[in-house]
């Protein structure tokens, strides 16, 4: 083999090794290649996904706003009840301290 055949059977290989390599890449982009329906599914999917976040989001705040509304109102309402323990403790001691007087009275007369 000379050096002219041996030029021409390596251009051949190397063009050859292009072809195939260009037809692979063409297969693997045939195959893989995104259709416009898919892309619209995608675009739709997307859309749904950011609604639901906001949805989420809104959830959450809803639920954050409530949970604050009713700590103070649970709040308030610890208070309200100390308070009325305090008069009924108040009361019940004013209670014995008349039923002590009027004992005391009784016991006199």
Request: charged content about 30%; hydrophobic content about 40%; proline content about 0%.
């Amino acid at each position: 083999m000379n050096r002219t055949e041996f030029i021409i059977a390596t251009a051949c290989v190397l063009f050859l090794a292009f072809v195939l390599g260009w037809f692979t890449n063409w297969l693997i982009h045939r195959f893989t290649r995104v259709s416009a329906s898919d892309m619209g599914e995608l675009d739709r999917m997307s859309q749904e996904l950011h609604e639901a976040e906001e949805t989420r989001d809104k959830a959450i705040t809803y639920l954050q706003q409530r949970e604050a509304e009713l700590t103070n109102q649970l709040t308030q309402t610890e208070a309200e009840l100390r308070a009325a323990m305090e008069g009924l403790r108040e009361a019940r001691h004013e209670a014995e301290e008349m039923r002590s007087y009027v004992d005391r009275m009784q016991g006199t007369t």
